[in-house]
C-alpha cells in the first residue's frame, strides 16, 4: 500500500469517506500534530469549498470567472515563479512591460513606451495612482513655498470601496460629488467647483458600479480647460478599461483628453484573466515622480518598481499577455426585464459597462413601496435558484433608492440569460404569493445564516466584532451598500 493510503495512527485508509478523518472534524484552529494523507486532505477541503457559489451563476461580480484550456495552462506552468524575481524570469519582466505598452497605446498615451505597472487588481492600481497625484503636488506645492499639509481628492460618491481606503490611509481629504434619484454619476460642473490649491486631482468613474454609466470624463477635462485650472484627472477605468475601446471607440475618455494624467483598469475584470491582476498607466513619466520609484538590484540587473508588496505569482501577467494578444449580450436581457415590469436604470447599446441596472417601480413611478415585496427579496428567492444577484442600497442622496444588477460576463450565454429570465418570473410569482409574513420571516432566516457565515468569511479574521459598526465611510454613515465587483 502506498503511504498517502495510511492515516495518521497507521490504520489502513483505502478509502476517503472510510478513513477516521471523515468522522472527525476539519482542523480549524491549530496545526494537526500528524500528517493526513494527500487525497483524503484534497477530498476534505473540495468537500468543504462545495459549500462555496458556483461562480458561473454569481452575475454580481465583474470578475472572469472563465479562461480557456491553453490559458489555464500557462497559468498553473508558470505558478511556481515569484514575479519579482526579475533576474531569474526575464521573460516575465518583458512580458509585463509588453502589457504595460499595449495597454498604454490602447488608451492613446503619447509615447512609443508607456509608464506603468502591473498590480495585484485595480485597487492597488489606485493606491499607487493616488501617491503619484499626491507627490506630483506636493513637489509643486514645495517649489512654490507653499503649505503641503492639507491635500484633498474630488470623486463621486459612487466611487468603489478602495477610493475611500486610499484617500484615508494616504491622509488626503476626500471630497464626494453626490448622486441624487436621477444622477447616478459625478456632476462635472460640481466637481470643478469644487476644485482649490489642495486639491491632488479629480476621479471620474468609466464604469460606476451601480449602474455601469461612464461618467463625463470629456465634460471636466473641457471645464479644467476652460477654467485654466492646472490638475489632473485620473479614470478609475477598473471594468471600462478594456470595454469602451472596443465597443465604444468615439467615446472619448482616454489620454485623448490632455488633463487625463492616469488611468487604471482590473486585468482580472474584462481583461478576462482570473483574480488577481491590475493595471496602471501613467500619461508620462513626469506624472510618476521619481522619489516613489525604487530600482531593485537583483542579483546584478537593475529593475525599477513602484508597488505596494514585493512578491506575487507570475502567472496572471502571462495569462493576460495570453488575452491581449489573442482577443475578442447585455441588452436583449434589458429588454426582457422591461417586459416584466422594471424599471431598467443602466444605459446599454455600448454607453455603458455591459451590465443590467434595474429596480422595481417606485414611488418615482406613483407606485407604492412595499419594503418585504422589494430588491432584496427578490435576490433572495434568486439565491434559492442558484442565483447570485444582489440587491444594493445606492450612494448616499438618492433617498435609499434600492436596486439589483447583473453583471454579463464573457461565459453568460444566451441560453443562461434564458435560464435566468424564467427564474426572475418564477421567483416574482413566488414573492407575490408568499405574503409579507413568509418573506418577512425568509429575511430574518437569511439574516441569521448570513451573520453565521460571516462568523467564519470575515477577510479580516476576528475582525468582525472589533470593527463592527465604523462610521467613517460613507457606507458606515449613509447606509449605501458597495456593489461586488
Ligand atoms: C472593481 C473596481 C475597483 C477595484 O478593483 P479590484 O481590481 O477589484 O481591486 C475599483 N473601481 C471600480 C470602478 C471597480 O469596478
Given amino acids: ?20 478523518f471523515a468522522s ?20 476534505m477541503i473540495k468537500d468543504e469549498l462545495s459549500l462555496d457559489n458556483n461562480p458561473k451563476l454569481n452575475l454580481a461580480s465583474f470578475v472572469s470567472t472563465y479562461m480557456e484550456k491553453e490559458a489555464e495552462m500557462l497559468m498553473s506552468d508558470a505558478m511556481s515563479k515569484n514575479f519579482i524575481d526579475y533576474e531569474e524570469y526575464p521573460q516575465t519582466a518583458e512580458i509585463q512591460n509588453r502589457c504595460v505598452n499595449m495597454i498604454g497605446k490602447l488608451f492613446n498615451a503619447p509615447g512609443e513606451t508607456s509608464v506603468g505597472t502591473s498590480t495585484v487588481g485595480s ?20 517649489k512654490e513655498g507653499k503649505s503641503t499639509d492639507k491635500p484633498n481628492i474630488i470623486m463621486s460618491s459612487a466611487v468603489q470601496v478602495c477610493w475611500e481606503k486610499a484617500a484615508r490611509y494616504f491622509e488626503v481629504e476626500e471630497r464626494f460629488v453626490n448622486c441624487t434619484r436621477t444622477r447616478f454619476v459625478i456632476d462635472p460642473e460640481e466637481a470643478v467647483a469644487q476644485v482649490d490649491e489642495n486639491t491632488i486631482g479629480i476621479v471620474a468613474i468609466l464604469g460606476t458600479t451601480y449602474t455601469g454609466a461612464y461618467e463625463d470624463v470629456k465634460g471636466i477635462n473641457d471645464l479644467l480647460i476652460k477654467k485654466n485650472i492646472d490638475i489632473g484627472i485620473h479614470v478609475d ?10 465597443v465604444a471607440p468615439e467615446i472619448e475618455w482616454d489620454f485623448k483628453l490632455e488633463k487625463v494624467v492616469s488611468i487604471n483598469v482590473s486585468g482580472h475584470k474584462y481583461g478576462l484573466v482570473y483574480p488577481g491582476v491590475g493595471w496602471v498607466v501613467w500619461r508620462a ?3 510618476l515622480p521619481k522619489d516613489l520609484v525604487f530600482n531593485i538590484n537583483y542579483l ?21 499577455y495570453y488575452q491581449l494578444i489573442r482577443l475578442a449580450t447585455a441588452d436583449y436581457l434589458a429588454e426582457e426585464l422591461k417586459k416584466l415590469g422594471f424599471i431598467i436604470m443602466s ?10 441596472a434595474f429596480r422595481f417601480p417606485g414611488r418615482d413611478e406613483k407606485e407604492i413601496e412595499d419594503e418585504h415585496f422589494d430588491e432584496f427579496a427578490l435576490a433572495l428567492y434568486l439565491r434559492t435558484r442558484g442565483w447570485v444577484v444582489p440587491a444594493y442600497t445606492m450612494a448616499p442622496n438618492t433617498d435609499k433608492m434600492k436596486m439589483m444588477r447583473i453583471v454579463i460576463r464573457e461565459d453568460f450565454s444566451r441560453s443562461r440569460c434564458g435560464l435566468l429570465i424564467k427564474d426572475m418570473k418564477l421567483c416574482c410569482q413566488q414573492l407575490e404569493q408568499d405574503g409579507q409574513q413568509f418573506v418577512k420571516r425568509m429575511e430574518s432566516n437569511y439574516e441569521q445564516h448570513k451573520a453565521a457565515r460571516q462568523d467564519r468569511g470575515n477577510s479580516l479574521h476576528n475582525g468582525d466584532s472589533e470593527y463592527k459598526n465604523e462610521h467613517h465611510s460613507l457606507s458606515g454613515k449613509t447606509g449605501k451598500s458597495h456593489p461586488v465587483c
Avoid at 472527525?24 to 477530498?43: Q, S, T, V
Avoid at 508597488?307 to 493576460?320: D, H, M, P, V, Y
Avoid at 444605459?347 to 443590467?356: A, D, I, K, M
Fill in 300 to 320: 546584478g540587473a537593475d529593475q525599477s518598481s513602484f508597488t505596494l508588496n514585493f512578491s506575487k505569482g507570475a502567472s496572471q501577467i502571462i495569462a493576460q
Fill in 347 to 356: 444605459e446599454g447599446h455600448g454607453r455603458s459597462l455591459p451590465l443590467v
Fill in 123 to 142: 485597487s492597488e492600481a489606485i493606491m499607487l495612482a493616488v501617491l503619484a497625484m499626491k507627490r506630483y503636488w506636493k513637489i509643486k506645492r514645495e
Fill in 285 to 287: 513619466p513626469q506624472f
Fill in 237 to 246: 477605468a477598473a471594468s471600462g478599461g478594456f470595454v469602451a475601446p472596443f
Fill in 1 to 20: 500500500m502506498p503511504p498517502t493510503q495510511i492515516s495518521r495512527d497507521g490504520e489502513p485508509a483505502s478509502s476517503v469517506y472510510g478513513s477516521r
Fill in 24 to 43: 472527525h472534524e476539519l482542523p480549524c484552529n491549530d496545526i494537526p500534530d500528524g500528517p493526513m494523507p494527500a487525497n483524503i486532505a484534497y477530498h
